[in-house]
């Protein structure tokens, strides 16, 4: 999977001409800006800088230049003296992949600023079509994707889940729907936002160390930001979740990228329902709650496979204050056998 990083892939400085840093008294704050590399997408990426008027009269912006893919707005066309106003320069990352220079200039009566500002656009839009889909969750005659990706670094990193369902669902649907059909498809998603999610080995815990972004598109369309999950979807509608770092403009680094097709959908045995675990997630201690069956052991293991707690002389309150924020997995032996799930420490 072609993935990059910011930390990773850096963008040379190649300096197109001299530019002007003062004109009628009005300093310009910079010189040049380098929007480093960015991933293609319906993106805005924007950067201020400062036009400081160290003079003793108003000095007025005539005009301004752009060129695509870099634009100019400002604050204000006029600069009063000792006034220092914004201005923002855009960078529209729908632009095709390569790397673009440019010099933007300010015109005033009887001079120019200029700044030389670069950047460049990778276009890792996702090439998966919903025919590569193993396994649909849900009915309908809609179709819409859930992409999740960890970001990890494994060959998997990135996993795309198919949901059916009639007339509209929102986001929040999906992925409950999703979680319900998989049994190691674990989301926390209380107070209406996406705080964890953990896939088989991989997991993303929210602010530890980074945090859940979404994003929408269509199969033939490019990464746009949305409303979380509370997005509405619509036939043939794609939400991506990505966990990672933010740019300066809060938007996700590394969008969703392509992604391999979730498994078919184990079959189980019915599980014991007379065994509850509780609160999920938890954050001090965990309840079992087995009716009139009796355990003779609790196990709680990472999900690397190391063991937290073995024990066969276990209250029905199971302490998890010392353990690490993650995903768990307790197995509980009865005499019917082992039953086992998982939870959340937050």
């Known amino acids: 999977m072609r993935k990059f ?9 190649v300096a197109i001409a001299p530019v002007a840093l003062i004109a009628n008294d009005v300093i310009l704050s910079q010189s040049s800006f380098d ?20 003079g003793n009269d108003t000095v007025s912006v005539l005009s301004y230049s752009d060129a695509t893919p870099f634009s100019q707005t400002f604050g204000s066309m006029q600069i009063a003296p000792g006034e220092t106003i914004e201005a923002t320069i855009d960078f529209d990352r729908t632009a095709s992949e390569g790397n673009y220079t440019a010099i933007l200039h300010v015109y005033f009566v009887d ?24 396994q649909w969750v849900g009915t309908g005659a809609n179709h819409s994707i859930l992409v999740v990706d960890f970001n990890s670094g494994l060959e998997s990193e990135s996993v795309a889940f198919g949901y059916k369902y009639d007339n509209t669902a929102t986001s929040e649907d999906m992925i409950a729907a999703i979680a319900s059909a998989y049994p190691d498809f674990i989301v926390d998603m209380a107070g209406g936002f996406l705080n964890d999610l953990s896939y088989q080995q991989q997991t993303g815990m929210g602010g530890n160390p980074e945090y859940w972004m979404t994003a929408s598109r269509t ?25 990672g770092p933010v740019d300066e403009n809060w938007n996700p680094i590394n969008l969703p990228g392509n992604p391999v097709p979730a498994g078919l959908l184990p079959i189980f045995e019915p599980e014991n329902p007379s065994i509850k675990i509780f609160p999920n997630p938890c954050s001090d201690f965990i309840s079992i709650s087995s009716g009139q069956s009796t355990f003779s052991n609790i196990e709680i293991l990472d999900m690397n496979g190391k063991i937290w707690l073995s024990d066969s002389n276990m209250d029905d309150l199971v302490d998890v204050r010392n353990f690490p924020a993650g995903i768990y997995t307790i197995q509980i032996s009865n005499d019917e056998g082992i039953y086992s799930s998982k939870f959340i420490k937050k």
């Open 5 to 13: 990083c910011l930390k990773s892939l850096l963008l040379a400085w």
């Open 35 to 54: 929007f480093g590399p960015r991933e293609r997408a319906e993106i805005v990426s924007f950067s201020t800088y400062q036009l400081i008027n160290q």
């Open 111 to 134: 001079d120019t600023l200029s700044m030389n500002v670069s950047g460049s656009i990778v276009d890792n839009t996702p090439a998966f079509t919903q025919s590569e889909i193993l």
């Open 219 to 243: 199969e033939t369309g490019l990464w746009s930001m949305n409303w979380g999950i509370s997005t509405v979807l619509n036939d043939g509608d794609w939400f991506g979740c990505t966990y």
